[in-house]
Every structure is written in C-alpha cells, then in structure tokens.
C-alpha cells in the first residue's frame, strides 16, 4: 500500500512538472509568434508601397524586432539611443535607406537586433575557456556565438571562397594590391622597410585552397554593419565606407579583427603584407572599451576586454618596469609575466618573417572609466580599492601575485599594459594543444628526461606527429624564437585542428620573455643542439640579420617605435638579442660541421616560390 502511495505521488509530480513545462513553453512563443505576424504584415505592407512607386522595400533582415515593454529596454541599449545616429551611406539604394530607417526605429525602441556582431573569440593557452566562469559574461557568450553566421558566411564550411575572401586571405583588400602598413622601400633611412624588401621577404606564397583558408568566405554574401545593433560597428573615422550598388557594404568595410581572422590560413596568421594588421594594432589602442572580465585559469591576472567594434583582446597590466630584470633566485615558473614581453614578441616574430603570434599592441588604460566601470564581473570589481598614495587599485583573482601586497596600482588611475587579439572562437574554429616535448619539469628539484638524455631527439623524431612534415621544423623554428627573447616557459603549443598536422605552431603566451639581459639560458637552444635540423629560409634570414645593415636590434628598435607605450625594451634587451643571434648562428654552424650542410639545413623553399618541405 505504501509503495503505490509513493509511486502515486511521484506520477503527480511527474504531471506537475510536464504541465508547468507547457505552460512555459506557450508563454515564451506566443509573443514571438504574435511579433513574427506583426512583422510579416509590416513586410508585405512595405512591398506593395515599393510596387506602387512609394519606395523602400522591406530589404535586410527578415527577423522580428518587435517592441519590448516599456521599461524592459537593457542598460546597454538606453545608451545606444544617446548615441549619435549615422545617416544612411552614400551611392545607397532606396533599399538600403529604408533598411537603415528601420534599424533606427528598433534602436529608438531600445530592442537589440536580431544581427548582433558581437563574436567571442579565445586566446587561451587552454582550449576549454572561451571566458571566464566566474565572469558575469558567460551567458552572454553562449548567446553571441550563436550569431556568427552573420559574420563569417560559410565559416569553416565547404563552400568556395570568392574571390574577395581569397583576397583578403592572401592579405590584400580586394580594391588594392600589396602595400598595407608595413615601412615601404621609399621610406628614408628605415632599416625595416629595407629589409622587406629583400628576396627572403617576397617569396611567393603558395596557392591557397578552400582547405588551406580557416573560414570559407563567400564574396556573394555580403555583410551590413548597417544592419548591426551598433551604430558605431565602423572604425571610427570611416563613416563614408564604400557600399555596393546593393547598399550592401563590401568586405573593405568588415571591422579588421573580423579581417584578421578571415586571413588565417595553413602556412600564417597573417600575411607579409596584409594592410589589416597595422589597422589592427592602431584598433587595440585606441578603440573605446565597452566590457571587462577576468580570464580564467592561468597563475597570474588577466582581463578580458571587449572593444566597441566587437574585437576582443586579452589585456597584461605592467608588473615591473622596463629595466627591471628576474631575480636570480625566482623559478621560471614563477617569473612575472611581462606586458612589454608580449609587445616585443609579436614584432620580433614579424622581423623573424614566422607570423605566428596575433597583434599585439600596448596601450594605456585608464582604471576607472575602462575597467571598474565597465564590468560585470563582481569578483574583480569588489578588489579595487584607493591606496595611501591614492592610486586606484586592484589585484582580481588568481593562482600567483593577486593579493593586496601585489595590487595593480595607477599613477593615478592610469594603468599600462598590453592588448594581444583574441584568435577566432573555438566553436568556429577548433585549436589542437600539444605537449611540447621539450618541455621543462616544472619542479624545483626534478629535471626532465630531455635534460638528462642526449639522444632525446632520436626518440621525438620516431614519434608522430615529428616523424613525418614539418613539425620538427617548426619545433626549431619556436625554440630560436624563445632562446633570443631567454622564454623558457614553453611548457605546450596550439595548432588549428582544421589543417591537420601539415600547419604551422601558434607562439601563444610570451609573458615570460625578456626577463634577463645579463644571462643567456642555454637551455632553452637544447633541441636545436639534439636536432641539429633548421629550415634554409629560417637559416638564410638569421645570417641576413646578423650583417651590421639589418642588425636585429636596430630593427627591433625602430619596429617597436611604433607602438603607443615606446619604448618598449630596455636597451641592454635589445644587446642581448645581438649577442644570442650569434650563439644560435653558432650552433648551427657547429651542427653543419659535425653532420653536413644537407642533413641539417632543410631546403623549403625553390627559387622564390614556398613549397611545403621535404618529409624526410
């Protein structure tokens, strides 16, 4: 009797529970139902006024933008109706004008569009966070990835890329050829603009394929910010963008991060001449800061920061000054991570011809208005606090240094720090971690095995994916990237799942570089040593930037000039990459001698066309 009472009860609960479910599924879909009618009236009202001569058809978005109740508007939206309103684009259609009337009229009604831009992108050294949990911001990730088609069409799809997509994949706009921001020959006196110049600098990519490019971008699908729920969806100043005779904007007008990830392809991030990276870089500092949150994982504090055109970027705050080095008794492990090493870095990799870290830029922010007023996350916010001096400050949450006696302080509130760009988002396009086999022990007592073994490379070279492509040259090519900046905290690296193991390395992470001046870590040359395998282009470029014209310092300089913080390395730094560039020109001259030229020096390239290397 007891048991049918029971199972009676739990079948009432189970009739609850389905009819609560009902009734919230007819609550939720009967205004969405009642807004898409309203819609489909309003639209075929518009055609017959377009058929009768009235003009402004119903054209760019299908979707409802029914009105909200008054008062249900979000706070985001109440400022965007104080924005200033754009007029509608030049050489437009009626179209277009009415199109552009419409999403006034949503605005004005404070309900966000249905062709939201914001995409969420990742630049984690861990595939699993595209941002923090413990962020107020989660929920509105899941919502924006959901719109990326508006952004991307046919991302990461089979489609054929049109021939604009291809263009700006090859990193060229499709109204203009080559050029971009890079110092140009003309320039008087810049080393830089000599350099890239050089044969090394021009060889030929090569012939791009619908598997070679990361996203698919069909040219016959175009994309209107005007349609966006942003007014301000253009970089600020570009407010007379080129339009189609569809009033529909080119892919001139995509914002550059947008432009920047479209450009990936198997071989690069970015290409030599790319005029959407130096825009870039002038974007991360400057463009107005609209979110903030604190990335998760890691060991020490890193924000989130989310721009008006969309773009994200992961922000580093200065820890130390320029001059400071590592005390002598600090681990590598942990070492601070230095803002100005991730600036240095992504322009060492640009002189070093790589092209595989993302734009990195400096940047200074000011505390209170770009970063404790802006965000969300509770967690972060409840830690800013005035100090003695009355400096704004704060120290967030993390594994190491986020503590009151490690506060991030402002002078007073001004704060500086570098912006790296977010990769594309991992729900469009997956990354691969892999365990860098020469990775260290991170213990204090413990040694790995590659320390202890000088054969270690016989036994990786056996292993895929470093027993066939070019992997194991890649390898090399990251180890001499990090023994001149003295990095020795390589534990792992990313590859784009998409290109399989035929792909270059991503240079995630570059905090823990230019640490030391006075010391060069030896260690961190070991797999070059073990290998004794380097790339020709790579070999060729290291020999070019050891001649007193193009020395590799002078070039560093002048690059990091540039930048909005300069300077960026401390002078001593940048005598340190002289004096390392010749002990790894050493090294490899050493291996040459020992095992021969041709067992060491991988030829990739033919004439002046790239070929994928050898297997071998």
């Known amino acids: 009797m007891k048991m049918l009472l029971v199972r009676r009860f739990r079948l009432l609960i189970l009739m609850v529970f389905l009819l609560a479910c009902t009734l919230h599924i007819m609550v939720d879909l009967l205004p969405k139902l009642e807004r ?46 104080q924005q200033q309103q754009q007029p509608p684009p030049k050489g437009a259609s009626e ?80 109204s203009e050829e080559g050029g971009g921001g890079l110092p140009q020959a003309g320039q008087q006196g810049s080393k830089l603009a000599a350099l890239f110049q050089q044969p090394l600098y021009r060889l030929a990519a090569p012939p791009l394929g619908d598997q070679d490019v990361l996203f698919n971008v069909n040219s016959d699908i175009r994309f209107n910010p005007k349609a966006a729920e942003n007014q301000d969806w253009q970089n600020e100043g570009h407010e007379d963008e080129e339009f189609l005779p569809t009033g529909e904007a080119a892919i001139d007008s995509y914002p550059n991060w947008l432009k920047f990830h479209i450009g990936v392809n198997r071989y690069e991030l970015y290409s030599r001449h790319n005029p959407a990276i130096e825009a870039l870089l002038q974007d991360l500092a400057t463009q107005k800061i609209t979110s903030v949150a604190m990335k998760s994982g890691g060991t020490q504090l890193k924000l989130i920061m989310t721009f ?9 705050p200065m820890k130390q000054t320029r001059e400071q080095e590592t005390p002598p008794d600090f681990f590598y492990f942990s070492d601070y991570e230095r803002h100005n090493a991730e600036i240095a870095a992504f322009h060492l990799d640009r002189i070093l011809d790589f092209r595989r870290v993302p734009p990195v830029a400096g940047r200074l922010v000011n505390m209170t208005r770009e970063i404790r007023d802006v965000t969300r996350d509770k967690k972060l916010w409840r ?31 001004q704060i500086e720090g570098s912006l790296a760009a977010f990769l594309p ?16 022990s991170y213990h204090k007592r413990k040694k790995a095995e590659w320390e202890v073994d000088p054969d270690y490379c016989e036994e990786v070279k056996q292993t895929p994916p470093y027993d066939s492509g070019t992997r194991i040259l890649d390898i090399m090519d990251m180890t001499i990237f990090d023994f001149l900046m003295g990095n020795m905290d390589r534990h792992h690296y990313e590859t784009f799942e998409k290109f399989g193991n035929e792909t270059f390395i991503i240079h995630l992470d570059n905090g823990r570089g230019f640490g ?49 913080v300069a300077p960026i390395l401390y002078k001593l730094h940048l005598e340190a990459i002289d004096r390392r560039l010749r002990i790894v020109l050493k090294a490899v001259s ?16 033919v004439a002046d066309v790239n070929t994928i290397t050898t297997k071998r």
Request: hydrophobic share 35%.
């Open 36 to 81: 898409r009618a309203a819609a489909a009236a309003g639209g075929g009202a518009a055609a017959a006024a377009a058929a009768s001569g009235v003009g402004g058809a119903a054209a760019g978005c299908s979707c409802s933008h029914g009105k909200p109740p008054a008062g249900e508007a979000p706070d985001w939206a109440k400022q965007q109706q």
């Open 95 to 174: 179209a277009a004008a009415a199109a552009a009337a419409a999403q006034a009229a949503a605005q004005a009604a404070g309900w966000p569009s249905k062709h939201t831009l914001r995409i969420l992108q990742d630049f984690s050294s861990e595939p699993g966070s595209n941002l923090s949990s413990r962020s107020a911001e989660k929920g509105a990730a899941a919502a924006a990835a959901d719109k990326h088609k508006a952004l991307i069409p046919d991302a990461g799809g089979g489609g054929g890329g049109g021939q604009a997509g291809k263009q700006l994949q090859a990193g060229r706009r499709p």
């Open 308 to 316: 008006q055109n969309y773009g994200q970027a992961l922000f580093k």
């Open 383 to 413: 830690t800013f606090f005035i100090s003695p001096a009355n400096n704004i400050c704060f120290y967030g949450e993390c594994s190491y240094y986020c503590s009151t006696e490690h506060a991030l302080c402002g002078k007073p509130d």
């Open 425 to 440: 988002d991992l729900s469009l396009a997956k990354r691969k971690t892999w365990r860098n086999p020469w990775r260290r």
């Open 516 to 564: 030391k001046y006075s010391h060069d870590e030896l260690s961190i040359l070991v797999p070059l040593n073990q290998c004794c395998r380097i790339r020709k282009s790579t070999y060729q470029r290291l020999q070019l930037l050891a001649k007193e014209e193009f020395k590799l310092s002078d070039l560093m300089e002048e690059s990091l000039t540039k930048d909005k």
């Open 590 to 605: 050493d291996c040459i001698e020992k095992e021969g030229y041709d067992n060491v020096v991988e030829t990739d390239f």
